[in-house]
Protein backbone atom coordinates (compact mmCIF):
# COMPACT_ATOMS: atom_id res chain seq x y z
CA UNK A 1 0.00 0.00 0.00
CA UNK A 2 1.22 2.88 -1.06
CA UNK A 3 1.42 5.58 1.86
CA UNK A 4 2.61 9.46 2.49
CA UNK A 5 3.27 10.82 5.95
CA UNK A 6 4.29 14.50 6.03
CA UNK A 7 5.19 16.12 9.59
CA UNK A 8 7.16 19.36 10.44
CA UNK A 9 4.30 21.81 10.07
CA UNK A 10 3.44 24.42 12.40
CA UNK A 11 3.28 28.39 14.06
CA UNK A 12 5.95 30.70 12.69
CA UNK A 13 6.87 34.00 12.88
CA UNK A 14 7.25 35.96 9.71
CA UNK A 15 10.94 35.61 8.63
CA UNK A 16 11.52 32.39 10.16
CA UNK A 17 11.96 28.70 9.38
CA UNK A 18 10.15 25.13 8.91
CA UNK A 19 11.42 21.61 7.39
CA UNK A 20 8.83 19.38 6.65
CA UNK A 21 9.53 15.76 6.28
CA UNK A 22 7.53 13.43 4.28
CA UNK A 23 7.74 9.39 5.08
CA UNK A 24 6.76 7.30 2.07
CA UNK A 25 6.35 3.56 1.59
CA UNK A 26 4.79 0.90 -0.29
CA UNK A 27 6.94 1.45 -3.64
CA UNK A 28 10.62 2.07 -4.96
CA UNK A 29 10.92 5.93 -3.70
CA UNK A 30 13.92 6.70 -5.96
CA UNK A 31 12.19 6.01 -9.08
CA UNK A 32 9.68 8.93 -8.45
CA UNK A 33 9.64 12.55 -8.49
CA UNK A 34 8.64 14.22 -5.42
CA UNK A 35 6.47 17.06 -5.48
CA UNK A 36 4.87 19.33 -2.36
CA UNK A 37 1.57 21.50 -3.11
CA UNK A 38 -0.03 23.54 -0.68
CA UNK A 39 -3.60 24.75 -0.18
CA UNK A 40 -4.41 28.10 1.71
CA UNK A 41 -7.16 28.92 3.34
CA UNK A 42 -10.12 29.39 0.84
CA UNK A 43 -7.81 29.05 -2.30
CA UNK A 44 -7.34 26.10 -4.55
CA UNK A 45 -4.00 23.54 -4.72
CA UNK A 46 -0.95 25.44 -5.81
CA UNK A 47 2.28 23.60 -7.18
CA UNK A 48 5.63 24.58 -4.74
CA UNK A 49 7.98 22.55 -5.83
CA UNK A 50 9.38 19.20 -7.45
CA UNK A 51 12.65 16.91 -7.19
CA UNK A 52 14.01 14.55 -9.47
CA UNK A 53 13.86 10.44 -8.18
CA UNK A 54 17.71 11.15 -7.75
CA UNK A 55 17.38 14.66 -5.78
CA UNK A 56 19.58 16.30 -8.88
CA UNK A 57 16.73 18.53 -10.23
CA UNK A 58 14.71 20.57 -8.72
CA UNK A 59 11.79 22.87 -9.54
CA UNK A 60 10.09 25.44 -7.81
CA UNK A 61 6.94 28.22 -8.24
CA UNK A 62 8.59 31.91 -8.41
CA UNK A 63 6.60 32.75 -4.76
CA UNK A 64 8.51 30.39 -3.29
CA UNK A 65 11.72 30.79 -4.97
CA UNK A 66 15.09 31.59 -3.17
CA UNK A 67 12.84 30.53 -0.30
CA UNK A 68 12.35 27.04 -0.06
CA UNK A 69 14.44 23.88 -1.31
CA UNK A 70 13.54 20.57 -1.54
CA UNK A 71 15.77 17.44 -1.06
CA UNK A 72 15.66 14.02 -0.58
CA UNK A 73 16.96 10.91 1.14
CA UNK A 74 15.96 7.84 -0.69
CA UNK A 75 17.72 5.80 2.07
CA UNK A 76 15.13 7.09 4.12
CA UNK A 77 12.79 7.29 1.79
CA UNK A 78 11.69 11.11 3.09
CA UNK A 79 11.50 14.05 0.79
CA UNK A 80 12.02 17.17 2.47
CA UNK A 81 10.37 21.25 2.38
CA UNK A 82 12.78 23.59 4.02
CA UNK A 83 11.24 26.90 4.11
CA UNK A 84 13.07 30.03 5.50
CA UNK A 85 12.24 33.33 5.22
CA UNK A 86 8.60 33.02 5.94
CA UNK A 87 5.78 34.88 5.14
CA UNK A 88 2.13 35.14 5.84
CA UNK A 89 0.97 34.25 2.65
CA UNK A 90 2.99 30.84 2.95
CA UNK A 91 0.32 29.55 5.00
CA UNK A 92 -1.33 26.74 4.05
CA UNK A 93 -1.92 22.77 4.39
CA UNK A 94 1.22 21.17 2.88
CA UNK A 95 0.91 17.93 1.07
CA UNK A 96 4.01 15.69 -0.51
CA UNK A 97 2.54 13.65 -3.61
CA UNK A 98 4.37 11.10 -5.98
CA UNK A 99 4.92 12.51 -9.44
CA UNK A 100 6.00 16.04 -11.23
CA UNK A 101 4.09 19.08 -11.18
CA UNK A 102 0.55 18.63 -11.29
CA UNK A 103 0.74 15.12 -12.68
CA UNK A 104 0.82 13.03 -9.41
CA UNK A 105 -1.26 9.88 -8.26
CA UNK A 106 -0.97 9.76 -4.54
CA UNK A 107 -0.91 12.57 -2.16
CA UNK A 108 -0.45 12.41 1.70
CA UNK A 109 -2.86 14.34 4.49
CA UNK A 110 -1.14 17.23 4.62
CA UNK A 111 0.35 19.31 7.26
CA UNK A 112 -0.29 22.38 8.66
CA UNK A 113 2.08 25.99 8.38
CA UNK A 114 0.99 28.67 10.02
CA UNK A 115 3.19 32.03 9.93
CA UNK A 116 1.54 34.70 12.30
CA UNK A 117 3.27 37.18 14.35
Known amino acids: EVQLVESGGGLMQPGGSLRLSCLVS????????MTWVRQAPGKGLEWVSS????????SYADSVKGRFTSSRDNTKNTVYLQMDSLKSEDTALYYC??????????RGQGTQVTVSS
Open 51 to 58: ISGGGRLT
Open 97 to 106: ARGHYSNYDR
Open 26 to 33: GFTFSNYY
